[in-house]
């Protein structure tokens, strides 16, 4: 019966493994200079995370999501060391 412990053991870690999902906010950090910028435009990390979980990527490390009236954008990498998505640019602006 060993064997088939172990056979259910791996096929659950595969399929948990296959249903989620590759973007998540776990992790996820921000810049100093992130911070001055949203203070600046009177937005939030959670503004950010919206963006980076729903937005359509406008180029590489670039995101976008349009609200009604406005549209906001950032700019992200993924560290190196980490695989951590780091946001470090965040800004806002009417819809063209």
């Not at 870690?13 to 249903?19: G, K, N």
């Not at 937005?55 to 590489?60: D, F, M, V």
């Not at 009604?68 to 806002?92: A, H, L, T």
């Amino acid at each position: 019966m060993g064997f088939l412990d172990e056979l259910k053991k791996f096929v659950s870690v595969a399929a948990e493994q296959l249903t989620s999902s590759s973007k998540t906010t776990k992790g996820l950090r921000f810049t100093s200079k992130f911070q001055a910028q949203a203070k600046s435009w009177g937005l939030t990390q959670a503004d950010a995370q919206d963006v980076y979980n729903y937005g359509e990527e406008r180029r590489a490390g670039m995101m976008v999501r349009k609200y009604n009236g406005y549209e906001i954008e950032i700019y992200y990498f993924m560290d190196r060391r980490s695989g951590q998505p780091v946001i470090s640019s965040i800004w806002k602006r009417g819809v063209r």
